[in-house]
T-cell receptor, first 111, second 120 residues
Framework: QKEVEQNSGPLSVPEGAIASLNCTYS??????FFWYRQYSGKSPELIMS????GDKEDGRFTAQLNKASQYVSLLIRDSQPSDSATYLC???????????FGSGTRLQVQP | GAVVSQHPSRVICKSGTSVKIECRSL??????MFWYRQFPKQSLMLMAT?????????EQGVEKDKFLINHASLTLSTLTVTSAHPEDSSFYIC????????????????FGPGTRLTVL
């Protein structure tokens, strides 16, 4: 059973702070990783993907991947109340071409 | 780019009726489409994967005769919930991944806005 683990939260940070969201996965051969944001009652929207070890930055978001530790994280700089949502980590099952999602971390940014 | 639409966004039906949900990729060719179900406060659960022109692959525990999936073209997939019952009430979400030829990664899934089904 391939698993993706996330802390369910809620993770509460003050406005302007850095929010750090973490995810671990069990399938050592995984190569493609994604972060999605889901607002309550809405469908997930893609924030970013990462395929190589290291950091990938896109605006206020930075994804970090460490394949040796089977760990992927998302940093949100200058957090805004509008960032309050559930963040889903997803790992691509190469064989099935399907995503396995973590249960999501709920982020609350306090004004 | 990478826009996926779903229709209807919300449907309420009586128990025993069938409901069809459409999923369209509007600006790219979706070689693979995925159907998910999400219950309140839970994560997305993959129901099935469909490739254009072939039969869908269902996840374990998903009844293929109850959840009929058709992926007849590179831009349209449909999910039909047959003889719906209250326990089928959920948020159904489709996603699509592209062929890669138009700049869209074959790995990345783009999600539709979802369909909220309520069965009375």
């Amino acid at each position: 059973q391939k698993e993706v683990e996330q802390n369910s939260g809620p993770l509460s940070v003050p406005e302007g702070a850095i929010a750090s969201l973490n995810c671990t996965y069990s399938d050592r051969v995984s190569q493609s990783f994604f972060w999605y944001r889901q607002y309550s009652g809405k469908s997930p929207e893609l924030i970013m993907s990462i395929y190589s070890n290291g950091d990938k930055e896109d605006g206020r978001f930075t994804a970090q991947l460490n394949k040796a530790s089977q760990y992927v994280s998302l940093l949100i700089r200058d957090s805004q109340p509008s960032d309050s949502a559930t963040y889903l980590c997803a790992v691509l099952d190469t064989g099935r071409r399907a995503l396995t999602f973590g249960s999501g971390t709920r982020l609350q940014v306090q004004p | 780019g990478a826009v996926v639409s779903q229709h209807p966004s919300r449907v309420i039906c009586k128990s025993g009726t069938s409901v069809k949900i459409e999923c369209r990729s509007l600006d790219f060719q979706a070689t693979t489409m995925f159907w998910y179900r999400q219950f309140p406060k839970q994560s997305l659960m993959l129901m099935a994967t469909s490739n254009e022109g072939s039969k869908a692959t269902y996840e374990q525990g998903v009844e293929k005769d109850k959840f009929l999936i058709n992926h007849a073209s590179l831009t349209l997939s449909t999910l039909t919930v047959t003889s719906a019952h209250p326990e089928d009430s959920s948020f159904y979400i489709c996603s699509a991944s592209g062929s890669g030829g138009q700049g869209y990664s074959t790995d990345t899934q783009y999600f539709g806005p979802g369909t909220r089904l309520t069965v009375l």
